[in-house]
Every structure is written in C-alpha cells, then in structure tokens.
C-alpha cells in the first residue's frame, strides 16, 4: 500500500520561501511519476508541478514556473517542492501524488491520471 505524507505548510508572508516534503512508502518508486497539486477553497484542484522518478524529468505550470522547484531524494523516497517568492495567491491546500507510470511528457498534469494522494498540507500567504 503506497503511502504519502506531506509535510512544511504554514503561513508566511508574500516573498516569503517554503519547502514541502511528501515522504513516500509502500513501494518502489523508480517507475512512478511524482506530483504536486493545490487546491483553494471554492476551485478544482490545480497542477502546480511533477516529476519522472526514474530519470528525473520536471514539468511544471506556467503560474509557477521560474519560482517553484520539485526534487526528489532517492535514499530517503520523499520528494520535495522548493517553493521562493510566494504570492497570496499560492494559498491553498498542497497535495503529494503518485502514479505508477512514467507520464514522460503527456498526462502528468491530470488529476485523474494519479492514483495515490497525501493528505494535504495548508499553505497561507499573506500581502
């Protein structure tokens, strides 16, 4: 049973810097492809950024590109989000996903292509 656990949320100010760790157990992860969503009170739950385990292909979305930064460490199986110049409006709830395929270059941005999901951690940005 795959497990994931995101960790680092809180409240910061805008320009502030976060970094979120999602610890995962259960399986090897070398096939999975990685993911980072949001979702704000009142939205459908958003892509913000995702990553090939294997051979550590990164994509992200145009709202966080250049700002955010997604990572994996293998010895420890967490992967990270590297999150610098927060805007009010990164506030939301972050969560971890996994799916057991390689989405090298298609489908790592749906929601519906993941199969394992954290529990959510809450990111605050205040102005």
């Known amino acids: 049973q795959v497990q994931l656990v995101e960790s680092g949320g809180g409240l910061v100010q805008a320009g502030d810097s976060l970094r979120l760790s999602c610890a995962a157990s259960?399986?090897?992860?070398?096939?999975?492809?990685m993911a980072w969503f949001r979702q704000a009170p009142g939205k459908e739950r958003e892509f913000v950024a995702a990553l090939t385990w294997r051979d550590a292909r990164l994509y992200y979305s145009d709202s966080v590109k250049g700002r955010f930064t997604i990572s994996r460490d293998n010895a420890k199986n967490t992967v990270y989000l590297q999150m610098n110049s927060l805007k009010p409006e990164d506030t939301a709830v972050y969560y971890c996903?996994?799916?057991?395929?390689?989405?090298?270059?298609?489908?790592?941005?749906?929601?519906?292509?993941?199969?394992?999901w954290g529990q959510g951690t809450q990111v605050t940005v205040s102005s």
């Open positions: 259960g399986r090897t992860f070398s096939s999975y492809t």
């Open positions: 996903a996994a799916a057991p395929v390689y989405y090298g270059g298609i489908y790592y941005d749906q929601v519906d292509r993941y199969d394992y």
